[in-house]
């Protein structure tokens, strides 16, 4: 639907996301993998809860990414100490 100049370097940048191997697009994984711990934290875990998923679950899937920011992988990781002292997930 995009012009062909646009279709090419929207796919390009897509890839490079996909990819995961720049700085950029690490970055830009980490703030796509941690939108969904704050919705789920500041929702009361509903959807952790409804799913039955566990802390190790959610460390998995952000760590590998966050390394490229430890000042977000250090925010992610207080949201699931927090979550996991009000009760809301589980260890």
Known sequence: MLPED???EF???WME???CKTPSAKFANAL???QPLINN?????L?????GIKSYQIKARY?????ITPKLRDYASELIEKALSRGILEE
């Open 41 to 45: 934290y500041y929702s009361d875990g």
């Open 47 to 51: 959807v952790w809860q409804k799913n």
């Open 63 to 67: 760590y590998d990414v966050m390394e």
């Open 11 to 13: 796919e390009s940048l």
């Open 32 to 34: 796509d993998r941690i």
């Open 6 to 8: 646009q279709t090419v």
């Open 17 to 19: 996301f996909e990819d």
